[in-house]
């Protein structure tokens, strides 16, 4: 497992761990946590809190729920996730009113919906530094899946379901208040390619991160920074030999030093106003060795206590 060097943030402003621990597919009710909602914990109790010297605020206590797709809505998990995503936009919001750095634990990349307009309650327009291996731009009507995480990019660009936008809006962002790193899904850019251009979305690929990737976070922190900016990760932006434990599996994409070399820069920097992480499965991860390494990234990436 690689060692980065151990970091001190350039800030004195300590993180706030909120633990997120929802997941799109959809859980039965009432049914046991599974998937990316045993996420928070695990990385809890791999020492991510003592790492980073973060107070705990808890968890965000909303959960999706029903695993098929709500003809009304368009959505797994339906009317369920509208309540999610208020839920995570109040505690983010208070976080980030009280003063704290947020670092919220997921959980599926719904949680961003959530999370970033939190954020923009409090801080008014913001960037967005995307790390993902998805534009995650389709809506309730073009995604294959019907799964929130499918969406998070257009739903605060301000397109898609009409009830998740009545929690989320005004549009919290714009296209030059965002940078995609390292989407490289195939399939995806098929069904939106025409989108991305019409849209204008900025973006780095897997190959200009490659060839330089602290220059690229560099880069991605000064085309943001001026009102400050949400670090958000997608660990399926990691190459699937890399990082198996994730339910989207692809070739091509960033070792763990690469993502770590493009977000420390990122992670670092003091307009890095807070930060989220999606979609690391502990189920897929048996001995919780890729979770070990995910906290030894984050420590070092946000910045090392120890």
């Not at 390619?193 to 991160?209: F, G, N, S």
């Not at 602290?214 to 958000?232: C, N, P």
């Not at 070399?261 to 989220?276: E, I």
Request: hydrophobic share 40%; glycine share 12%; with cysteine.
């Amino acid at each position: 497992m690689t060692t980065w060097t151990a970091h001190r943030p350039e800030t004195d402003s300590a993180w706030t761990v909120l633990g997120v621990p929802i997941d799109s597919v959809g859980a039965p009710a009432g049914g046991p946590l599974f998937g990316t909602e045993l996420a928070p914990e695990a990385l809890r109790s791999l020492g991510i809190l003592d790492r980073l010297r973060a107070a705990d605020a808890g968890d965000v206590d909303a959960r999706i729920t029903g695993p098929e797709r709500d003809p009304s809505t368009g959505l797994v998990g339906g009317t369920t996730v509208a309540p999610t995503v208020a839920a995570v936009r109040a505690r983010t919001r208070e976080l980030v009113a009280a003063g704290a750095r947020p670092l919220l634990l997921g959980g599926c990349c719904t949680l961003l919906v959530g999370a970033f307009p939190g954020a923009v309650d409090v801080h008014g327009s913001i960037g967005l530094a995307y790390l993902d291996g998805h534009y995650d731009v389709y809506d309730h009507v073009t995604s294959p899946t019907g799964e929130v995480a499918d969406m998070p990019v257009a739903l605060l660009l301000g397109r898609g379901q009409s009830g998740l936008l009545e929690v989320s809006a005004p549009p919290s962002l714009t296209a030059d208040q965002l940078r995609v790193l390292g989407a490289r899904d195939r399939e995806e850019w098929a069904d939106v390619a025409d989108l991305v251009r019409e849209l204008e979305l900025p973006a780095y690929d897997v190959d200009a991160i490659r060839s330089d990737p602290s220059g690229v976070g560099a880069e991605t922190a000064d085309a943001l920074g001026r009102s400050g900016f949400w670090l958000s990760l997608d660990v399926d932006v990691l190459d699937e030999a890399a990082f198996p434990a994730t339910d989207y599996l692809m070739p091509g994409g960033l070792s763990l030093d690469e993502l770590h070399d493009v977000m420390a820069p990122l992670g670092r920097d003091t307009r890095c106003l807070g930060v989220s992480i999606a979609c690391y499965n502990p189920t897929k991860d048996p001995g919780l060795a890729n979770g070990r390494a995910l906290v030894e990234l984050l420590a070092s990436a946000l910045g090392d206590a120890s």
